[in-house]
């Protein structure tokens, strides 16, 4: 190969990778995959296996000569990971036994989106909301996927999803700027179903707690599932207002 088709390799690896990890990605700055998580079904590791075969064919006739010494350790560390990520999609210790694969993934997948302003801030508030609502797919993988796994990588997983309700409850508000959505926490109880309890899928939590956390937090509640710090509740209120008198009336 030449050393344009040699990087056209790369970047077709560079897909697949951001691809299988889309909240490394995230973390790396290829924003283009911030509104998804990891995909650990049977056809998406599939997918996988089949790409990473494909590249690992191709690899050996990559022309090494053409490229500078940076591009060189760049295909070789390619190719290394590769290596690894069939090892770990072929096993039993990673998708498949560890929950805390998981749980990380999820706990990540929210923070990173926050951690530096790369974006306006609608921007990385509606990839968060993206991924709440892929949230419950990746957690309904991990029990299907782990049928068993070392104590100390379950109780790291718990230690995350305690993690992960503090990030939700506390961390958000707070990171987005003062305002919390309780539909992406709970099925709130006075909502159409009727229901009340935790949608996120660590532990069972009534709306009311969440309710309790997101006050002591210092916000106010300003209807439509919407709470706000004190200096943006009014225009909020207003807003709910509004969606209220444009709501057609029941008969």
């Given amino acids: 190969m030449t050393a344009s088709e040699s990087a056209r390799w790369l970047d077709r690896f560079f897909d697949h990778y951001h691809r299988c990890q889309p909240v490394n990605a995230t973390f790396i700055g290829e924003h283009r995959w911030d509104f998804s998580l990891p995909d650990y079904s049977e056809g998406s590791v599939d997918d996988a296996l089949a790409r990473i075969a494909s590249l690992l064919a191709e690899s050996p006739s990559l022309s090494l000569d053409a490229l500078s010494v940076d591009e060189r350790h760049d295909l070789r560390l390619a190719q290394g990971a590769l290596r690894i990520q069939e090892w ?42 993206d991924r709440l609502e892929t949230l419950p797919r990746l957690l309904d993988q991990a029990k299907e996927n782990v049928e068993a796994a070392p104590r100390s990588w379950t109780d790291r997983a718990i230690r995350e999803c305690e993690g992960g309700l503090a990030l939700l409850s506390d961390g958000l508000p707070r990171l987005v700027g003062g305002v919390a959505y309780l539909d992406f926490l709970t099925a709130d109880d006075d909502l159409e179903t009727g ?30 599932g919407i709470w706000a710090a004190k200096e943006l509740a009014p225009a909020l209120t207003a807003m709910e207002r509004a969606e209220l008198l444009g709501r057609p009336k029941r008969r």
């Fill in 195 to 224: 229901l009340e309890g935790d949608l996120v899928g660590f532990r069972k939590r009534a709306a009311a707690w969440y309710r309790r956390k997101l006050r002591l937090t210092g916000l106010v509640e300003c209807g439509l």
């Fill in 88 to 129: 770990e999609l072929t096993g039993r210790h990673f998708h498949r036994g560890n929950p805390s694969l998981y749980t990380g993934e999820a706990v990540f997948g929210l923070l990173s989106l926050f951690l530096t302003e790369y974006a306006p801030l609608a921007d990385r508030v509606a990839a968060l909301a």
